[in-house]
């Protein structure tokens, strides 16, 4: 963990080496004040030396506006290095996310991994720039000292650091104890973050249910946990911040007691004496600044170690033989194939929808399916809840890999394109449309970030919502808030389907792409998803059946698999599944049993 902790610094390594320089100046600086001091008392007050004393007081003046300096350039420049390792690791972090498998979101949830992004590598940034900056000051101040004050007395000098060792024994024994509070401090803190955003994100359904009071008091509850957290960290920081203040008055009483013992047998002399005492000052900065470093380094280092938990995790994987693929003609097969979701935890999902959320652990969605989907063609897949329609829709880009069997794009196995590309040629509509805080522009320009502005236009256009936008003040650059809360359900999916339109793919999807709207917006945006769907091989899941009357074929899926195929005429001839949904689910069923009834 330490050495992929230092290779972060190998890009800031020469501004780090010159911060360094700076400290290793300082500490120096620190160690001439007290033997100046003592050749004052020793040669030149009793001498009448009062040239070099004061020549030695402007060298002191001009000794600590040097040290100002350094100082100056430590506290900036050094946490130019931490911020600069701190933005590396959250890129490098931000890139791996975007790199993990969907089934980690589904174990995970969105605040936890903010806190580790954000939180953790907060801390470790302050251990990056003051631990090698403390370590290195304290190191040599007492190296030096050691140094210089056994010239004068080895004796005295041997008895005060015989009481390091008692210092550094006691941290380390508080070090455990410290590592394992910091951890668990992380933890809750993460679930803290993890509560917030769900809570806010679900502020309407709360709001809806009158349930504020219930939410604060279960806010309250994490609150409580992380404050114990916190209170049980601060008491060991407390404990060892008391011991290493106890460690440097005793450091003083050393060398009072004992150096005044040896001042008057007359092993050392006034000016020696006191150039111990100032020394005893001087030895208070560096256990200080071991103590400090040994706090950074537990909350930096458990940070990191959070960090690496999500970095250690496996990415989506490419098959050794995977190829780009420049261009697709969308002929789909599904040769046995099975699929089952695993490791799901009860109280964090994640938000698939669909069938994907009704999964369970180890439960097979898919067994043992085969299908075969011409190109260019419309299929709709129908059937009750938890038979596997949006589960399929999420194989074909990959979200998900098959448990076993074969799915084929144009003859091939689509796991020998690579994710990216394969999912270059899948557009996707969804029945829950995600829309990112910004402008109604840049979430239709999500479709293809190069296109233009005439290009998005007519992806509004065809999406029947360009109307709509120029009714808003500030037209494509009207502000839609976080996930669109600013638009009607309607608005929101008629954006997503602008954005597939953009990206003009050879594959399209459709989740229950029309579920939001009213009839009259329905029949407008079938219209144009029938205009899409020409020459594409179209997928549409569907509950509301008049929306697939059309379809070149209806596939009947259920928890026993594909029960019933053909189209809309044929299916209801057969008196079945199909026909058993119609009746129960068709507008025209409906309006039937009103006028009858």
Avoid at 140 to 159: E, N
Wanted: hydrophobic share 45%; charged share 20%.
């Amino acid at each position: 963990m330490i050495k992929r902790f230092l290779a972060f610094y190998q890009p800031h390594r020469a501004l780090f080496f010159w911060d360094m320089g700076a400290v290793f100046l300082m500490a120096c600086a620190d160690l001439v004040y007290p033997n100046i001091v003592r050749q004052i008392i020793n040669d030149y007050v009793p001498s009448g030396n009062t040239r070099l004393f004061a020549l030695w007081g402007v060298a002191l003046f001009f000794i600590y506006l040097a040290k100002a300096g350094l100082n100056y350039f430590t506290e900036y420049y050094g946490h130019l290095v931490g911020i600069g390792m701190q933005a590396d690791m959250r890129n490098t972090l931000f890139s791996h996310l975007q790199k993990l498998p969907l089934a980690y979101y589904d174990e995970h949830m969105a605040g936890d991994l903010m806190s580790r992004l954000v939180n953790d590598l907060n801390e470790m940034a302050e251990l990056a720039h003051h631990g090698p900056e403390n370590l290195l000051l304290g190191s040599i101040t007492l190296i030096g000292a050691f140094f210089i004050l056994g010239r004068v007395s080895l004796k005295l000098t041997v008895v005060l650091f015989l009481a390091l060792p008692l210092v550094i024994i006691f941290a380390l024994a508080m070090q455990n104890r410290m590592d394992e509070v910091s951890t668990r401090t992380r933890e809750e803190l993460s679930e803290v973050n993890s509560d917030l955003e769900n809570a806010l994100a679900g502020i309407r359904v709360t709001r809806a249910y009158v349930n504020s009071t219930y939410e604060s008091m279960k806010f309250a509850g994490q609150i409580e946990r992380f404050r114990a957290a916190s209170a049980r960290r601060y008491k060991i920081m407390a404990e060892l911040s008391s011991g290493i203040f106890f460690f440097t008055d005793v450091f003083y009483l050393i060398v009072m007691t004992v150096g005044g013992f040896f001042f008057f047998r007359g092993e050392i002399n006034v000016g020696d004496f006191t150039m111990f005492l100032l020394y005893a000052g001087t030895f208070q900065k560096p256990i200080l600044q071991f103590w400090s470093f040994f706090e950074r380094l537990q909350g930096g280092m458990t940070g990191f170690r959070r960090v690496l938990e999500i970095m250690d995790m496996p990415a989506e994987e490419e098959h050794p033989e995977a190829v780009a693929v420049a261009s697709v003609v969308g002929e789909i097969e599904f040769r046995d194939v099975s699929f089952s979701y695993t490791e799901r935890r009860g109280a964090n999902t994640g938000e698939e929808e669909g069938d994907a959320r009704e999964a369970t652990p180890q439960h097979e969605v898919i067994s043992h399916l085969n299908l075969h989907i011409p190109p260019g063609k419309t299929i709709a897949l129908v059937g009750p809840s938890g038979g596997g329609k949006t589960t399929l829709c999420h194989l074909i880009p990959r979200f998900y890999d098959i448990t076993s069997g074969a799915i084929l794009i144009d003859g091939r196995d689509l796991r020998h394109f690579t994710r990216d590309s394969l999912r270059q040629h899948i557009g996707i509509v969804a029945q829950e449309v995600f829309l990112f805080a910004g402008s109604i522009r840049e979430n239709i320009a999500y479709g293809d970030l190069r296109a233009d502005e005439e290009a998005i236009r007519q992806a509004a256009q065809r999406a029947r919502i360009h109307d709509f936008i120029l009714s808003l003040e500030y037209g494509y650059d009207t502000f839609i808030g976080e996930r669109g809360v600013k638009l009607s359900g309607g608005q929101k999916q008629r954006l997503s389907i602008a954005r597939a339109f953009l990206k003009d793919p050879s594959i399209l999807i459709l989740d229950e792409a029309t579920s939001s709207l009213d009839n009259a917006t329905e029949a407008l945006i079938q219209e144009a998803l029938d205009e899409l769907a020409v020459g594409r091989t179209t997928i549409a899941v569907a509950h509301r059946l008049s929306t697939i009357y059309n379809a070149d074929e209806i596939i009947v899926l259920t928890t026993e698999g594909i029960v019933e195929r053909g189209d809309h005429r044929q299916l209801l001839a057969l008196g079945g599944v199909y026909a058993e949904l119609h009746g129960a689910r068709s507008p025209e069923r409906v309006a039937w049993d009103v006028a009858e009834h």
